[in-house]
């Protein structure tokens, strides 16, 4: 394990966003989280991680981690999931680290953020499972699925789902992940990302579901459940997928909960529906909201009609700030070793 302070590159990662295809709400947990049946699937659009290892300080100064942070601001550095999953590894490798007590040495990493923050896209959670991965190659410490599985679970809801690899149904709160075979598809089908500049919290979306006292749906249930099915098996194509994009546009029983948080919202996915001619779904708690296309190519001339029509105010996005508009793709793997992939993704801010 020495070894990795001599490393001379740091470990990278690239941790990519996800959007919900299904997103139904099946009852209510005895610790106050609400359980959840989920179908989701990583995206070429991804933040980028690098990870290096210092000299360890002094004898009897306390192992800092650092973190610098370029592109969309995710707030405060010391409260990023980055650091977190630093000190929780770093809690599970001492035992076995040469010299123990002695800690892990500490990292430095940079976080470059591609993904929209707080936007329902996972991005804090896949930094976080990143995070993970990295510390443990960094130190040269080994962990078993079900080690690094128990690190997601504890970190975050969301994380576990950063680790299983590609298509996945996430049940509970998110700690219950089942990988999926995914589509039969030669050219993963293209995704429209577009994110408003508004601040939605997930918590506030869930306290608001809860106020309404509304009984779990069954529709968006059974939709998740035979999507989740299909996926299993391998047996549904990219085509097929794209012909159900209405029913799954109406497969997250956070829609209502959400536009009652931030009532401009429902207005603005309505009208961007129109000017695509096609459904749009919502990722997570929102706000961002996705179509999907055959092809990144046709998800980018989409994302240009939308930029386009949101500089001429003829789609009048919830907020002035500059909404996200982003055209990516179905990504085959959740947790990226290199730089794989990291063209697959067109942005533009309008």
Same mark, same amino acid.
Do not use: C
């Given at each position: 394990?020495?070894?990795? @302070? ?48 210092? %000299? ?35 809690? =599970? ?21 591609? @993904? ?21 190659? %960094? ?9 690094? *599985? ?27 992940? *089942?990988?999926? $075979? ?23 979306? =869930? ?30 194509? $990219? ?18 909960? *959400? ?66 508009? @982003? ?6 793997? *959740? ?16």
């Amino acid at each position: 394990m020495s070894a990795a @302070i001599d490393r001379l590159a740091p470990v990278v990662r690239l941790a990519p966003a996800k959007v919900n295809l299904t997103l139904a709400v099946v009852g209510r947990r005895s610790d106050g989280f609400h359980a959840l049946h989920s179908v989701m699937v990583p995206l070429e659009l991804a933040d980028r991680l690098s990870v290096s290892p210092l %000299a360890p300080p002094p004898a009897g100064e306390p192992v800092v981690d650092s973190l610098h942070v370029t592109g969309f601001d995710p707030g405060p550095v010391e409260a990023n999931l980055v650091l977190r999953a630093f000190s929780m590894t770093r809690a =599970f490798v001492r035992p076995m680290w040469p010299g123990a007590p002695a800690e892990p040495p500490p990292l430095a990493a940079r976080l470059e953020k591609r @993904i929209p923050v707080a936007a329902g896209l996972g991005g804090g959670s896949s930094d976080g499972a990143a995070a993970i991965d990295a510390a443990l190659e %960094a130190w040269g410490a080994a962990a078993s699925a079900d080690e690094r *599985t128990e690190l997601a679970a504890a970190l975050g809801s969301d994380v576990p789902f950063f680790l299983a690899g590609g298509f996945a149904l996430v049940e509970g709160r998110g700690e219950r992940v *089942t990988p999926l $075979a995914g589509l039969r598809a030669t050219e993963p089908p293209g995704v429209l990302v577009v994110t408003p500049s508004v601040a939605v919290s997930t918590a506030r979306v =869930f306290a608001a579901y809860a106020a309404a006292g509304v009984t779990p749906a069954t529709a968006s249930r059974i939709t998740s459940a035979h999507l989740a099915d299909e996926l299993a098996t391998g047996t549904l194509g $990219a085509a097929e997928l794209l012909a159900r994009a209405g029913v799954l546009a109406t497969a997250n029983d956070l829609v209502v909960a *959400t536009g009652v948080v931030d009532p401009r919202l429902p207005r603005f996915r309505r009208s961007l529906a129109r000017l695509l001619g096609r459904p749009v779904g919502q990722s997570g708690s929102g706000p961002s909201l996705w179509a999907l296309y055959p092809s990144l190519d046709a998800a980018a001339t989409a994302a240009g009609v939308v930029s386009g029509a949101l500089e001429a105010r003829s789609l009048v996005a919830p907020d002035p700030e500059p909404a996200a508009v @982003i055209a990516t793709r179905f990504a085959a793997t *959740t947790l990226v070793r290199r730089n794989r992939g990291e063209r697959s993704t067109k942005e533009v801010e309008a």
